[in-house]
């Protein structure tokens, strides 16, 4: 059904084409309407960002000095995402694939279409047949309103969210510990502390703004241990180095437990009174000496010592990861012995000492709290709890035995689209074609699927397999709230409506819950009704929204949560009493080293990981339109060691072909002292023959259900290319004005 | 003391939020004024950022036959005007640091004016406005040198030639002046660099391409 036949002519159609100008051009003389204060759309720190309105259309942005996070400062990307609003590439009205092609079609022709479709696989394979594949840089409303639409629209057990490729070791990790998922701290603690721990985190590329926080606190004398296979701008700029083999992090944090243990640098009056299980770990980090540490990390065992010292010595420290240490399938396990350190030393729930994982997308935090992942109900709350239960099916006003069961994770519901399991699905604010480990398996299960419905304001690659397109809307047309990676709910204002016969998302989902007959259930009028019904269906979850107003907000320039009551200021840092487990402690978890699920071998000598450029944002969807960025970054590359380089006779811009047990891709070779000559890296940014995931592993985390992302084996071949980096052609000297 | 810019290499990530930024001053009409080089990518991933550093004494303005860069009262050299600009690009070829453009669809020299319309309307360039860690910072002397623990130097000598300017470096040194010798490479590396000569990464080029070439 879903198979697209003409790539040639739906590239031509609908992009993505480079655009790099306002609308109607660069012009000095604008006559400004309004001033919209709002948030980037893109990564988890939420920069505040003013847009400016011409005429009902975005035209520029202006710093938003005053809000507090950023105080005007932006990435790339968040400087040109107003560009995107009126792309030419942008979908103005329905589609619907016809013999293969995409045609213009009313909302009332596809929606029917899209309703009489899911009728049909209902009654023939029953309501779990159809399943819902939401994402996280959705304002928080619409995350909520996926998840009830899944259950209480559609009826089917299957929905889940993108953040299972992004956020979930570390939620489950959180979980483990802690027993609430949330960063511990707020950022104006990062500069009181004296040392900094990130693990796994390439913020000077995917978090740029952060870096603000990070450089105040090294202007405070301050110092920064960086863990990282790579010499990221971050791993340059800190003060020590762990260039560890990937997948390896287990190992590197009980080998620093274990020096902290024998140095006498824990802090065993916390660790009596606020934890559990701390026997049990320290007879575990007692077999992890700094030498079996390096033995597994690669990592001298002296900078392990001199990482334990400076971090156990200091009086004030933070522990931050990201998805470098997450996206294994022993993520949460990275996750919980980190937290280990944490604990041990008692440096959580104090100004300048805490904990933290930098979530990755806009509203990585806020998409996993309110009951679009395939286990959870609103405000953190699950699925398999007949208490949760029977709460949220009160709010909502649905029988008990209505509600269906917990559903399975993205990749895992790939699998069942496969195996006929799920033979319909409807996706919004993701790209599978890009973002999911092991695409060619990811394209027989979309070419397997009898339906396949896409909601999208850009027409992604994986979109292109839709059978129905609806026109969506981007983040300046619509409003709600985020909530950032430090927890602090913020709120997205509206600029300008939806061009063309474009519509807001909440407005298209509620449209097909209606017309399956569902419409008793979805009675929202505006974002703020359904952020109405949010605050309740989340009062006494963990995730506590019921004390945030749209206006307390705009008050405060956000509210971080738990916020129980009206009259609570909110909660910005965590822990300073207790944990949430019942009995308010934290957990010790012993945790033992085991590989990656795949480790080099003879054939697969290398190990490669994925990451991201600082000049696109995930799946690229977005950002590969718009000329500035693409300019400074056109196309994957392979990073590889010189040491392997000359081993293989490789020159610096020459093509390679990079082959796994999965798939194969041609990328150029960027040579480079900056990673270790065991490790490879292709930023995962781009579809089809440029996807560095036709390569990755689809191996998942047994816990929190993340794919492997971060290490697999495979081998680099030499394909004697005579073809140049689309960039490198103008290494021969070609002046821009003689190509132009 | 008058609001200057600070230039700190140290802290840049390679973002170029700059970059971007620049084009969205209402007078730079779309057009970037800055430039982000890669060092040497294969070596490391340090990066540099280089905007006007509004020479005291401007070299562009000395060499222009038609007087047609001119420096406000607050010390910002400006763009070229545009009815007297020659087309001559004698300021883009004797900048010392490689700053001035030629925009050859408009048939005048462009160059970073310290977002004119901005600071004298008191909000800061664009640039550093938006740079996340403070590579390019806006402000007094007074304000922003505590806060460091860089040095801040505005002295470089070329040659023979010493150009004092309106913006800072910030170095993690103790030297006064930034020294460079005439092939253009600063002199602690001279060495180093005479053994091993480099060849640059694609990389570098494909920056270095669109952002020395002088024109727009």
């Known amino acids: 059904m879903s198979k697209v036949e003409n790539l040639e002519q739906i590239i031509k159609e609908f992009g993505p084409h480079l655009h790099d100008a306002p609308y109607d051009g660069w012009r000095a003389d604008r006559v400004i309407d309004k001033v919209v204060p709002t948030h980037c759309p893109y990564c988890a720190v939420q920069c505040g960002m003013n847009l400016l309105v011409e005429n009902n259309h975005v035209v520029g942005f202006e710093p938003r000095y005053d809000f507090p996070v950023n105080e005007g400062r932006l990435c790339p990307k968040g400087v040109t995402a107003y560009l995107q609003v009126h792309h030419p590439d942008r979908l103005l009205h329905p589609l619907i694939k016809r013999n293969g092609m995409f045609e213009r079609a009313t909302w009332d022709e596809a929606l029917d279409l899209v309703v009489s479709k899911f009728k049909e696989l209902q009654a023939k394979y029953g309501k779990d047949s159809i399943g819902v594949y939401s994402g996280s840089s959705l304002t928080t409303e619409k995350t909520y309103l996926m998840g009830k639409f899944a259950r209480a629209g559609l009826q089917t057990r299957y929905v889940d969210y993108n953040g299972r490729l992004c956020m979930v070791s570390a939620a489950a990790g959180n979980n483990k510990a802690f027993g609430i998922d949330r960063a511990a701290n707020p950022w104006s603690d990062i500069p009181l502390a004296e040392i900094l721990l990130i693990a796994g985190a390439n913020c000077a590329e995917t978090f740029p703004v952060l870096n603000k926080f990070l450089w105040q606190q090294r202007d405070n004398g301050g110092r920064w241990i960086i863990v990282d296979p790579r010499e990221t701008p971050t791993a340059r700029q800190g003060d020590l180095h762990l260039q560890l083999k990937p997948g390896t992090d287990v190992a590197l944090a009980n080998g620093m437990l274990h020096v902290l243990i024998e140095e006498g640098y824990t802090d065993e009056a916390f660790i009596n009174a606020r934890t559990n299980n701390w026997e049990e770990t320290k007879l575990l980090a007692a077999r992890y000496t700094p030498q079996v540490a390096s033995e597994i990390t690669d990592v001298p065992a002296e900078k392990i010592v001199q990482a334990a010292r400076l971090y156990g010595r200091a009086k004030t420290a933070m522990v931050m990861h990201a998805r470098g240490i997450e996206h294994h399938t022993n993520g949460v396990n990275n996750v919980l012995s980190y937290i280990n350190l944490v604990l041990a030393t008692g440096k959580i729930g104090k100004p300048g000492s805490g904990y933290g994982t930098i979530t990755g997308q806009g509203n990585g935090q806020g998409g996993r709290e309110h009951g679009q992942k395939a286990d959870q109900l609103p405000g953190q709350r699950s699925i398999l709890n007949p208490e949760h239960r029977k709460y949220v099916c009160q709010v909502w006003g649905l029988p008990e035995e209505e509600l269906p069961q917990a559903g399975v994770s993205v990749v895992e519901m790939f699998n069942k689209m496969r195996e006929g399991e799920i033979r319909g699905l409807l996706s919004l604010c993701n790209n599978v074609m890009v973002s999911l480990p092991d695409t060619n398996q990811v394209r027989r299960s979309l070419e397997g699927l009898d339906f396949y419905v896409c909601i999208d304001f850009f027409m992604s690659e994986g979109s292109r397999y839709a059978d129905v397109v609806l026109p969506g809307s981007t983040w300046s047309e619509d409003e709600g709230v985020t909530c950032n990676s430090e927890g602090r709910v913020v709120k997205i204002n509206k600029a300008a409506d939806p061009p063309g016969e474009a519509r807001e998302d909440w407005w298209i989902v509620q449209e097909i819950a209606r017309r399956m007959g569902r419409g008793k259930y979805f009675q929202f009028n505006s974002p703020r009704e359904i952020f109405d019904e949010l605050r309740v269906a989340s009062k006494g979850g963990n995730a506590d929204y019921y004390g945030i107003s749209y206006e307390k907000i705009e008050k405060q320039n956000g509210v971080f949560w738990p916020c129980p009551t009206e009259d609570h200021p909110g909660t910005p840092r965590l822990f300073e009493e207790r944990f949430y487990h019942a009995d308010g402690r934290a957990k010790f978890h012993a945790i033992e080293y085991n590989p990656p699920a795949e480790t080099p071998d003879e054939e697969y000598p290398l190990i490669l990981t994925s990451g991201r450029v600082v000049y696109q944002y995930l799946s690229g969807n977005q950002t590969r339109r718009i000329g500035f960025l693409v300019e400074q970054c056109p196309e994957p590359y392979v990073e590889i060691h010189p040491i392997t380089a000359m081993k293989l006779k490789v020159n610096d811009g020459e093509r390679v072909k990079v082959v796994s047990r999965r798939g194969e891709g041609v990328f150029p070779a960027l040579i480079v002292k900056t990673i270790r000559p065991d490790t490879i890296f292709i930023p995962y940014h781009w579809g089809e023959e440029l996807a560095a995931n036709q390569l990755t592993n689809p191996a998942l985390d047994p816990v929190s259900k993340i794919p492997e992302f971060k290490a697999c084996a495979a081998r680099i071949e030499k394909i004697h290319s005579r073809q140049l980096p689309i960039m490198g052609e103008k290494r021969r000297g070609i002046s821009r004005s003689e190509v132009r | ?216």
């Open chain 2, 1 to 216: 003391m008058e609001e200057t810019m600070f230039i700190d290499p140290q802290r840049c990530i390679g973002c170029r939020a700059c970059v971007a930024a620049c084009r969205e001053c209402a007078t730079h009409k779309g057009y970037s004024m800055i430039y982000v080089d890669y060092l040497d990518r294969s070596e490391t991933t340090a990066t540099m950022p280089t905007v006007c550093m509004h020479c005291v004494e401007p070299t562009c303005a000395l060499v222009c036959p038609a007087d047609a860069i001119k420096v406000s009262e607050e010390g910002i050299v400006m763009s070229a005007l545009k009815p007297r600009c020659l087309d001559c690009r004698n300021c883009v070829n004797a900048c010392p640091f490689g700053v001035p453009k030629y925009n050859t669809e408009m048939h005048l020299q462009m160059k970073c004016d310290m977002c004119f319309d901005r600071s004298s309307e008191g909000l800061k360039p664009m640039c550093a406005s938006v740079c996340p860690t403070g590579a390019i910072s806006f402000g007094r002397y007074e304000e922003i040198v505590p806060l460091r623990r860089t040095k801040p130097v505005n002295a470089h000598v070329f040659g023979n030639q010493r150009v004092e300017t309106k913006v800072y470096l910030m170095l993690p040194t103790d030297a006064d002046t930034v020294e460079v010798d005439g092939c253009g490479v600063f002199e602690g590396h001279i060495e180093a660099d005479a053994q091993q000569p480099k060849l640059e990464s694609w990389i570098d080029t494909q920056v270095e391409q669109s952002d020395k070439s002088n024109e727009f």
